[in-house]
Nanobody
Framework: VQLQAYGGGLVQAGGSMRLSCAVS????????MGWFRQAPGKEREFLAA????????DYAGSVRGRFTISKDNAKNTVDLQMSSLKPEDTAVYYC??????????????????WGQGTQVTVSS
């Protein structure tokens, strides 16, 4: 499984941005997808996850109501729509894929495959 995240860049506070993750390879192995981010000097943190088959979603409290995760199984993409962005949302954003069923998709160790990351910078 290969993941490619794209769509990052510079945005002003209060603005919106959409990230996409293109998934290729043995996608039949994927049961869950997630988005994480890592700011300088901080640990990688969970943002959102979506169950690959049925689309059940989960969000971190810090982004619930501002970020929306969605998937397109036909195109093999998972998007993260971000709105009301804040300077503290500045980080490298990563998509990840998990082969595990009924797992805690908030945990990094659940995921076997990671994209390369895309930088999101929110200016004040």
């Amino acid at each position: 499984v290969q993941l490619q995240a794209y769509g990052g860049g510079l945005v002003q506070a209060g603005g919106s941005m959409r990230l996409s993750c293109a998934v290729s390879g043995r996608t039949s192995n994927i049961l869950g997808m997630g988005w994480f981010r890592q700011a300088p000097g901080k640990e990688r943190e969970f943002l959102a996850a979506i169950e690959w088959s049925y689309g059940q979603t989960d969000y971190a409290g810090s982004v619930r109501g501002r970020f929306t995760i969605s998937k397109d199984n036909a195109k093999n993409t998972v998007d993260l729509q971000m709105s009301s962005l804040k300077p503290e949302d500045t980080a490298v954003y990563y998509c990840a894929a998990s082969p595990n069923r009924n797992s805690d998709y908030r945990m990094r160790h659940t995921y076997d495959w990671w994209g390369q990351g895309t930088q999101v910078t929110v200016s004040s």
